[in-house]
């Protein structure tokens, strides 16, 4: 049976942390492998990634400065199957997950996955958080799965990937200050 691996590099632009894999992402070995699950065409549709990947190019996103992880490893049916000791334990690896490879941004994907991080229950939802998480600001995308009551339907959650997009690129941690002959200050652009 294939390994379902974390898709790590340092210094990423956003790491997107999901809660656990599934099922079919355990069977096959990479994540968001369920059907139908819009995870990779969101990604494209939101311009984060440059191409259309499926979830058996997920170790291609560390060629985009992106990573990918979850938060518990062990695969379930649904997440409500998560023993609390092991959210504890996933959560612990995770902050040592981030301050390893220190990301500009992570994404947790799914609102659920936020209440283990944040205090503020009003907080709760999708969007930017003000918290930091060992120097990397959060994000919280909308759970892809088409289970997902909040956000049915894809152009439901491709608004949020959109903004995590922009949320990302005002961090500046894929840019890089370059100086051009003859172009006086230097510029700002992508690395």
Not at 89 to 106: D, S
Not at 120 to 130: E, I, M, Q, S
Not at 164 to 169: G, I, N, Y
């Amino acid at each position: 049976m294939p390994k379902l691996r974390d898709v790590l590099t340092h210094h990423p632009r956003v790491l997107f942390v999901g809660i656990n894999p599934s099922l079919r992402s355990e069977q096959v070995g990479h994540h968001f492998a369920g059907p139908g699950n819009p995870f990779w065409r969101l990604l494209f549709a939101a311009r984060i990634v440059p191409e259309q990947l499926t979830y058996e190019d997920d170790a291609k996103l560390a060629q985009y400065g992106l990573a990918l992880t979850n938060l518990c490893a062990r695969a379930t049916r649904s997440a409500a199957e998560l023993e609390r000791d092991e959210i504890q334990r996933g959560k612990n690896e995770l902050l040592q997950k981030i301050a390893g490879v220190q990301p500009a941004v992570v994404a947790l994907v799914g609102a659920t996955i936020y209440r283990y991080f944040s205090r503020d229950r009003a907080a709760y939802g999708v969007g930017p958080k003000t918290e930091t998480l060992h120097g990397a600001r959060v994000f919280v995308l909308p759970n892809p799965s088409g289970l997902n009551a909040n956000f049915p339907g894809f152009r439901d959650k491709l608004v949020w990937f959109e903004q995590l997009r922009e949320f990302a690129q005002l961090t500046g941690a894929e840019q890089k200050s370059v100086k051009t002959p003859g172009s006086g200050p230097s510029k700002r652009t992508p690395g």
